[in-house]
C-alpha cells in the first residue's frame, strides 16, 4: 500500500483537544472514519495514530447518531465562532412559542 499523506488541523471537539481531518481522508478510507483507536507518541513531533476498525461506532446505531448529532453540532459551534454576529439571541418568547406550538404533541420514544 502507497503512503498517503493528509494535512490535518487542530480541533476542540467539546472539552477535548483533537484534530480535523480532511474529507479526502473520509473519502479514502470511510471504515476508519469512526473507528476507535489510540496514538502512539514516536518523538516530541510525531506521533502515529493506530485505528481499530473492528471496534468502531457503526456497529451501534446509537453511538452512530450521537457521533453523527456530535459532528452537526461542531459545525454549528464552529459556525457560530466564525460568524457571531450571525447569531439570533433565544429569547423566552421564542420558548413560549415554542410550547404553544408543541402543546398536546405526544413522542413515541420507542422509536
Do not use: C
Not at 477535548?16 to 502512539?40: C, M, N, T, W
Amino acid at each position: 500500500m502507497r503512503s498517503k499523506n493528509y494535512a490535518i488541523s487542530p480541533a476542540k471537539i467539546g472539552s477535548q483537544d483533537g484534530f480535523r481531518l480532511p474529507k479526502a481522508f473520509s473519502h479514502d478510507y470511510p471504515h476508519l472514519v469512526a473507528a476507535k483507536g489510540y496514538i502512539e507518541i514516536v518523538d516530541k513531533n510525531t506521533f502515529l495514530v493506530h485505528f481499530d476498525p473492528d471496534n468502531d461506532l457503526d456497529n451501534d446505531e446509537d453511538e452512530d447518531e450521537s457521533l453523527m448529532l456530535k459532528l452537526f453540532l461542531d459545525t454549528l459551534m464552529k459556525f457560530a465562532i466564525d460568524k457571531p454576529d450571525s447569531l439570533t439571541p433565544y429569547t423566552q418568547q421564542m420558548a413560549d412559542d415554542m410550547d404553544e406550538l408543541l402543546a398536546g404533541v405526544t413522542v413515541d420514544e420507542d422509536e
